[in-house]
């Protein structure tokens, strides 16, 4: 079975903290994604990465940056966090092969005081 | 806009009966759609993935059915159980990216014994 996990369920910061999200997943997929779902809204994608040290932006990079030093491994940083980015956050992987199904870590809900 | 519409928004229904909800969506030209189901404090997992040729596909009690020329889609849950109480969300890949998907904001079912 395909694993993603996530490093943390909850997550309470201050507004200016710097913030880490880790995602991991076990199944030596090429492509890691980075999505945040907010109530009313489809998940919307913050970044993607294709292969270790490469990144892409998605719909919604601002305020946001990644890091991929490892392909097992990709982390979504929030460098001065914001009220504004309260939200789940769902970390995704999937083949390099075109077609396959996303798998779905169990997600991060980040509150921002 | 969002190119993925869900409706309705939520609904209620009780344990053993029926229901259907309905998908609309705009991407064109599309790879495949799939429905997703989100349990409370979990991430997406794949139910069922159409492509453009494929009208109907079956998941146990959960069958989805699709018309691309009128670009809508359905997903009809049989028999409910209490377990399928979750968001239900529609997810259509684009042709030309693979990776790049726009998701509806899903249709939250509980099912009341």
């Known amino acids: 079975d395909v694993k993603v996990t996530q490093s943390s369920r909850y997550l309470v910061k201050r507004t200016g903290e710097k913030v880490f999200l880790e995602c991991v997943q076990d199944?030596?997929?090429?492509?890691m994604f980075w999505y945040r779902q907010d109530p009313g809204l489809g998940l919307r994608l913050i970044y993607f990465?294709?292969?270790?040290?490469?990144?892409e932006k998605g719909d919604i990079p601002e305020g946001y940056s990644v890091s991929r030093e490892k392909k097992e491994r990709f982390s979504l940083i929030l460098e001065s966090a914001s009220t504004n980015q309260t939200s789940m956050y769902l970390c995704?992987?999937?083949?390099?092969?075109?077609?396959?199904?996303?798998?779905f870590g169990p997600g991060t809900r980040l509150t921002v005081t | 806009k969002n190119q993925v519409e869900q409706s309705p928004q939520s609904l209620i229904i009780l344990e053993g009966k029926n229901c259907t909800l309905q998908?609309?969506?705009?991407?064109?030209?599309?790879?495949?759609l799939r429905w997703y189901k989100q349990d409370t404090g979990r991430g997406p997992v794949s139910l069922t993935i159409?492509?453009?040729?494929?009208n109907t596909k079956s998941n146990g009690r959960y069958t989805a059915t699709l018309d691309a020329d009128t670009k809508q889609s359905s997903l009809h849950i049989t028999a409910s159980q209490l377990s399928d109480s979750a968001s239900y969300i529609c997810?259509?890949?684009?042709?030309?990216?693979?990776?790049?998907?726009?998701f509806g904001a899903g249709t939250t079912v509980t099912v009341r014994a």
């Open positions: 990465s294709y292969d270790v040290k490469m990144k």
């Open positions: 998908c609309n969506y705009t991407v064109s030209p599309f790879s495949n």
């Open positions: 997810v259509v890949s684009h042709l030309s990216n693979d990776y790049k998907l726009s």
């Open positions: 199944m030596d997929h090429e492509n």
């Open positions: 159409m492509t453009f040729s494929e």
């Open positions: 995704a992987s999937c083949p390099a092969t075109g077609g396959h199904e996303q798998y």
